[in-house]
């Protein structure tokens, strides 16, 4: 092939996506006592209703923040302005998905990124859903124009720690340098905290990479990327998962850190599972490109488990 990873359409990471981790290193947009992370909902209305009912019952300050990615399966116009109207409520960032929808990059096809470990055919495949969807939302002109202003990365103040919230990572939209696998080697560990160092953060909140981690280091700070709010993350369980980060535990966390006075914790998204299979395959049936790449783990979850996302920090220095 002509062109590889790294410049395809679904493998480039468009120079617009970059901000560096020193753009998170800002006074805060938002200061509360609990602050609740959603990324990926991935266009799944049952999730969008089982989040808000269940951050409604948080006492105290409290934000709800989407951050990126929650349209993508949803083509049906109803479902596409379902997603929109109940996002736009809270506060939330653009995500690739959202930034292809409204502002298409030259050549970046869905705005992945994907890095050389996930497959081409997974890559054509998210660009042709990505394509299908701007069809939708070319018909809403409004919708194009709110998600355009939508910024890319968010810092809020929690308790009195500083925390950062992004789509892919502390350096760009769309990157992968959060993704469990990547915190999975010594260099991505000490690649995040020098983005930690630059951010001047307590905790990161990121998605954008499918699969949830939560990832502490040795001096107290924490890397909590939520997976999908709206699709399942761990096999055999069936529902999507935000993080929750406070000054008080919730008591119902799938699997909690602690990142200095706060409690960085998963929380199960327990929406409708069987409503939203059905309105998946509306949208998305056998043979269809989604279907193909996403439909067994909406089914039945991903090869991936609790025990393999939350992660104790280990030192590198000894
Ligand atoms: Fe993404």
Same mark, same amino acid.
């Given at each position: ?132 969807? =701007? ?6 002109? $409004?919708? !194009?124009?709110? #998600? /355009? +202003?939508?910024?890319? &990365?968010?810092? @809020? ?86 993080? =929750? ?6 008591? $119902?966390? !799938?699997?909690? #850190? /602690? +990142?200095?006075?706060? &409690?960085?914790? @998963? ?52």
């Amino acid at each position: 092939m002509a062109s590889g990873p790294g410049s395809a359409p679904g493998r480039a990471c468009p120079v617009e996506y970059r901000y560096g981790a020193r753009a998170l290193r800002r006074a805060p947009d938002l200061e509360v006592d609990a602050l609740w992370v959603a990324g990926g909902l991935y266009g799944n209305p049952f999730a969008l209703q089982a989040l808000v009912e269940r951050h409604a019952a948080e006492r105290g300050a409290t934000a709800l923040v989407f951050n990126g990615d929650f349209h993508w399966f949803d083509i049906e116009e109803g479902d596409f302005l379902r997603i929109e109207q109940g996002v736009g409520q809270y506060a939330s960032t653009r995500g690739n998905v959202e930034t292809e929808l409204a502002s298409p990059s030259e050549g970046a096809g869905c705005g992945c990124g994907y890095p050389e470990w996930v497959d081409e055919g997974t890559v054509e495949r998210s660009n042709h859903i990505l394509a299908r969807l =701007r069809e939708t939302a070319a018909r809403f002109p $409004d919708v !194009l124009v709110r #998600l /355009r +202003a939508l910024p890319m &990365h968010l810092v @809020a103040r929690v308790g009195s720690e500083r925390v950062a919230i992004v789509h892919g990572d502390a350096d760009s939209l769309a990157g992968w340098a959060f993704s469990q696998e990547a915190l999975a080697l010594p260099g991505g560990l000490a690649a995040a905290e020098r983005a930690f160092d630059e951010a001047d953060v307590r905790v990161v909140a990121s998605s954008h990479t499918c699969l949830p981690v939560a990832q502490g280091f040795p001096d107290g700070r924490v890397l909590a990327n939520n997976g999908a709010a709206g699709m399942p993350n761990f096999h055999g369980e069936r529902f999507g998962v935000a993080t =929750r980060i406070a000054v008080s535990p919730s008591g $119902d966390a !799938l699997y909690s #850190l /602690r +990142a200095g006075a706060l &409690h960085v914790e @998963a929380i199960a998204v327990n929406y409708d599972e069987r409503a939203w299979r059905a309105k998946f395959l509306e949208q998305w049936p056998a043979g269809s490109d989604a279907h193909r790449s996403y439909f067994e783990r909406i089914a039945n979850g991903p090869r991936y488990s609790r025990a393999q996302a939350r992660r104790e920090a280990v030192s590198l220095a000894a």
